[in-house]
């Protein structure tokens, strides 16, 4: 009992992802409300991409306490059929969307009968 | 379930802890294809500013349209629902952690929140709803003559 009581009151903050693969690529998506743009980092190196930022929250003076902030960092390893170099990604409405095209060479094609 | 550990112990405790924590996991996994009648729970604060309350709710991927505050008779609800986009639902999910639904939270102001002046602002998924204090409730700092 106690070990599981414990993780609910330290907890550390671990965004919820998403991650959705479409015919032309895949979507990461992280919730992680009330960022600054400028504190979230996302690079890839090889057939890795990581991502990290710091969700920083009011902790003074708090009557009511449910929100939690802190540091994270997760990494995804990339399937081989993704193009990291095109890698596009947005922060709206304390969403991150991290598009991952595929290579055009391994896309679905549609093949027409002659 | 029936139960081989007495109720009470230790061990039986962790165990009922960790069949529900068990149910939870496996009901978040349920998620995104079955969106109807599931709720979820925002995390919300409330910090004591010396002139305001201010509560702050944690939305990610909702519109201000997809939220409603509701005043009545001093308790303050905030309601709302996250829908997740009908294109993304056809595709494969490799992995899928956030929850989405409907969700309802209710709070009795204290007495000192001037209701009248109570503003909300949504930015970044994040509502912030400012409740300033009547003027009595004030912190004031009281001369010695």
Known sequence: MNAISARKTDMIFIPPTEIIESRDGYTITMEIPGLDKADIRIWSENN???????????????LYAERIGGKFARWFVLPEDCEAAKVEAEYVDGVIRIVIPKSEKSKAKTITIK | MKSLIKH????????????DEFERVFRDLEGPFDPDGRTWSPPIDIVDKDDK?????????????????????????????????????????????????????????????????????????VLTITMPKTEDAKPRQIEIK
């Not at chain 2, 944690?58 to 986009?85: A, C, F, H, M, W």
């Open chain 1, 48 to 62: 890795k991409l990581m991502v990290t930022a710091e969700k920083k929250i009011d902790t003074e003076g708090r």
């Open chain 2, 53 to 125: 309350l201010v509560l702050t709710a944690e939305l990610p991927g909702l519109q201000k349209s997809d939220i409603r505050i509701d005043l009545q008779d001093n308790v303050l609800t905030i309601e709302g629902e996250k829908q997740y986009k009908s294109e993304e639902n056809k595709s494969n999910y490799y992995h899928c952690e956030r929850v989405y639904g409907k969700f309802s939270r209710s709070f009795t102001l204290p007495r000192k929140v001037d209701s009248a002046g109570i503003m909300a602002e949504f930015k970044d998924g």
């Open chain 2, 8 to 19: 009470g112990s230790r061990l039986g405790w962790a165990l009922h802890d960790l069949r």
